[in-house]
Structure formats: structure tokens, C-alpha cells
């Protein structure tokens, strides 16, 4: 398994913007695939996006579609996840997870998981 490490959350006002990240020290990122899942206040765990480990290739849920973009840091060996628009329903906690490169375009089941970073959308 790998050690993931998100970090970018925060308190954001409706309409604002957040870029979440997504580290692996000492792991070469080009090797797994990737997600972004979420998880508000009473509700499932929600898979919002993933990406392949190429980073060529990228699925969104609906409930984000146009608003987050996944994208792939090769030189830092991060993965981003930008957000615009955020809406008060975009609060919760945000994961990173990772696994081998055919986990893409399945995208699910991933075996390495970080610890959360928590976004949230409040005036």
C-alpha cells in the first residue's frame, strides 16, 4: 500500500475556487491510477473523480462535471484536483486513493487511501 497524503482543503465561500493535492513520498505517482472520493456530513462516500495513471484520461461524476478537473503534477509527483464553483453541497471530507494502473477506467476498489482533507463551503 501506498501513503497518500491530501492537503489543500479549507473554508471556502460559495463561488470560490480550492486546489486539492495528493502526494505519495518517495512513490512515482506515473505507476497507479487514481481517484478523488468524498464524503459530506451524512451522506456516502462519493467517488468525484478519477484519473489514469498516465493522467491522460479522466471520469467525473455528474454532480461535479464541469466544475472539478483532475490533472497529473509529473515533475512534483502530485495529483491535483481543481475545484471552481464550489457550492455549499460540495462540503466534506476529500480523499486521494491510488492503485495499480488497470484500476483505470474501473475506478473502483482502490488499496491505498490518505487521510482526508476537509473542504468546506460556507458565507
Known amino acids: 500500500q501506498l501513503q497518500l497524503v491530501e492537503s489543500g482543503g479549507g473554508l471556502v465561500q460559495p463561488g470560490g475556487s480550492l486546489r486539492l493535492s495528493c502526494a505519495a513520498p518517495g512513490v512515482n505517482l506515473d505507476d497507479y491510477a487514481m481517484a478523488w472520493y468524498r464524503q459530506g456530513p451524512g451522506k456516502e462516500r462519493e467517488r468525484v473523480s478519477c484519473?489514469?495513471?498516465?493522467?491522460?484520461?479522466?471520469m467525473y461524476a455528474d454532480s461535479v462535471q464541469g466544475r472539478i478537473t483532475a490533472s497529473k503534477d509529473r515533475p512534483n509527483q502530485l495529483r491535483h484536483l481543481d475545484m471552481q464553483s464550489l457550492k455549499p453541497e460540495d462540503t466534506a471530507v476529500y480523499y486521494c486513493?491510488?492503485?495499480?494502473?488497470?484500476?483505470?477506467?474501473?475506478?473502483?476498489?482502490?488499496?491505498?487511501w490518505g487521510q482526508g482533507t476537509q473542504v468546506t463551503v460556507s458565507s
Open positions: 484519473i489514469s495513471a498516465s493522467g491522460g484520461s479522466t
Open positions: 486513493a491510488a492503485d495499480e494502473a488497470y484500476f483505470y477506467p474501473t475506478c473502483e476498489g482502490y488499496g491505498s
